[in-house]
């Protein structure tokens, strides 16, 4: 989870200094949509109840206010994308001027023979682009956060134990967080498999370096190479992300089971008369929401973690070539 908080650390501050103004809308206009959420199962329960008891009117009025509420939940989150958006463009232009002058800005080139420094330049060159979408888990995964803090609340007035729904979204949390680290751990295994391939087709596209090959016939010898090397990263990287798999698949079965209990306590109480149809409808509304809630986070976790590693490999390659970073890109418009 360290990963993960260095990054959100490190995106959120860059936003504060590339443009304050833009961030402060796409969160609150995130968190608003997010809000919402919760509360559509309340009106529904509201509804339902007020339904069956042949309450016309303020059905009515309940229902123009769920659909005010939905059309809040879509839309105030396409506006806050327009704006978190083009903040993610700004990052990615900074972290990019950065690497050129943590490349090109130290007094000597002693750092590009450092195997250490190759292999972290390469991962954050491949992996720059991922700040705009890692920007955009921070600001999702504080509405979730929210969000969950109210769905906790609504369900401890139905009955206290529901409250243990939210508590077992920790398990899938956990285990996501072993499955990227098995990922990411393969990938490190394989930096120099992967940077030596790039390599070879970088050099099998050069013009120059084609005649010579042809010349000195290695064509042969560097195409084996290239494949062997292809083939032995992905053999590995392959077996993570199935191991990865296997362990978020397990997390889902826990919080999986968890749903059905919460779901059998309502339909318990209700049968006995403690608890509404409302009730059973907000039942099952939270609980899918708290459903999509967590497959959401495991996902955006998993894009936060990556994004951690590569704030690390950047804070290495700062430590390794001297470099600071420069000031960050103004506010476009």
Known sequence: MSGALRAARFLLALAVRTDPARLAVAGTLMLLGYLATPF??????????????GAGRAATWLAVGLAVLLVCEL?????????????????????????????????????????????????VR????????????????????????VTTVVLAFVDPWLTL?????VPPVLLSRQA??????????????????????DLAASADAVREIRLTGADGFLLARQAADWAAASSVLGRAHHAAAALRALGQLIFGCAYGGTLLIVVQRAGRG????????????????VSTQVAGALGLLATLQAAGHTVRRLDLLRRRAGAHPPVATPPAG
């Open 40 to 53: 559509v199962g309340v009106l529904l329960r509201e509804l339902t109840d007020a339904a069956i008891a």
């Open 75 to 123: 839309m105030l989150g396409h506006f806050a994308h327009l704006h978190h958006h083009e903040l993610g463009e700004l990052q990615e232009t900074a972290i990019d001027r950065e690497l050129l002058v943590i490349a090109h800005g130290g007094a000597g080139l002693h750092h590009f023979d450092d195997p250490v420094f190759a292999d972290a330049l390469t991962l």
């Open 165 to 169: 729904l939210p508590a077992a979204a």
């Open 126 to 149: 491949q992996d720059v682009h991922q700040t705009r979408p890692a920007l955009e888990a921070v600001l999702q995964l504080l509405g979730i956060a929210v969000q969950l803090g």
């Open 274 to 289: 403690d608890a509404s149809i409302g009730d059973v409808v907000l039942m099952i509304t939270l609980a899918v929401q």
């Open 180 to 201: 990227q680290n098995l990922v990411d751990r393969a990938r490190r295994e394989q930096t120099r498999r992967i940077r030596t391939t790039v390599h070879l087709m």
